[in-house]
T-cell receptor, first 114, second 110 residues
Framework: GDSVTQMEGPVTLSEEAFLTINCTYT??????LFWYVQYPGEGLQLLLK?????DKGSNKGFEATYRKETTSFHLEKGSVQVSDSAVYFC?????????????FGTGTRLTIIP | DAGVTQSPTHLIKTRGQQVTLRCSPK?????VSWYQQALGQGPQFIFQ???????QRGNFPDRFSGHQFPNYSSELNVNALLLGDSALYLC?????????FGSGTRLTVV
């Protein structure tokens, strides 16, 4: 079945450092890929998405590129801020997103130190 | 525009009891999905409701059941609670453009 393998955490970085959180997936067909963020005490917020190979999703300085050849969707940000501290989840879904279930990774807790 | 509303936010139940969690979807959304998020884990898909019918189901036992009402709101019922059912239960509503998640209900089984 479908699965998502995510970089183990926790990750601690200094403010303005470069961030990479690795994500690889296993799926049949052509899934859509997502990054969600969860702040303490809150639900999940969609950070970015990509629906086909070589698509780049971006939002709030974060980027991720859908790499079909390596089945990866790594999350990057050039300069992190304290406000980026949260748990990040990589997920995959069907092409008909909104109508198909999401399969999540285990999450990576990110802490940014001033 | 209100997003997804879940109630209650927290509750504590005793092993063997039954619990009902509620979800009101975002305006304009007609599909409701439920996820279980154990501590330190990613959310796991329980089931999805559309047009008052269960459309998809994840790998959860029959103790987990649900319902969707004509106004698209939904309930998640769990019978014969186990300690392992302690988790954050997330509701997500959608149409075709993607999901909106609620803040969840934190269930503790003692």
């Amino acid at each position: 079945g479908d699965s998502v393998t995510q970089m183990e955490g926790p990750v601690t970085l200094s403010e303005e450092a470069f961030l990479t959180i690795n994500c690889t997936y296993t799926a049949t067909g052509y899934p859509s890929l997502f990054w969600y963020v969860q702040y303490p005490g809150e639900g999940l917020q969609l950070l970015l998405k990509a629906t086909k190979a070589d698509d780049k999703g971006s939002n709030k300085g974060f980027e991720a590129t859908y790499r079909k050849e390596t089945t990866s969707f790594h999350l990057e940000k050039g300069s992190v801020q304290v406000s980026d501290s949260a748990v990040y989840f990589c997920a995959l879904g069907g092409s008909n997103f909104g109508n198909e279930k999401l399969t999540f990774g285990t999450g990576t807790r990110l802490t940014i130190i001033p | 525009d209100a997003g997804v509303t879940q109630s209650p936010t927290h509750l504590i139940k005793t092993r063997g009891q039954q619990v009902t969690l509620r979800c009101s979807p975002k305006s304009g959304h007609d599909t409701v999905s439920w996820y279980q998020q154990a501590l330190g884990q990613g959310p796991q898909f329980i089931f999805q409701y559309y047009e008052e019918e269960e459309r998809q189901r994840g790998n959860f036992p029959d103790r987990f059941s649900g319902h969707q009402f004509p106004n698209y709101s939904s309930e998640l019922n769990v019978n014969a609670l186990l300690l392992g059912d302690s988790a954050l239960y997330l509701c997500a509503s959608s149409r075709e453009s993607g999901y909106t998640f609620g803040s969840g209900t934190r269930l503790t089984v003692v």
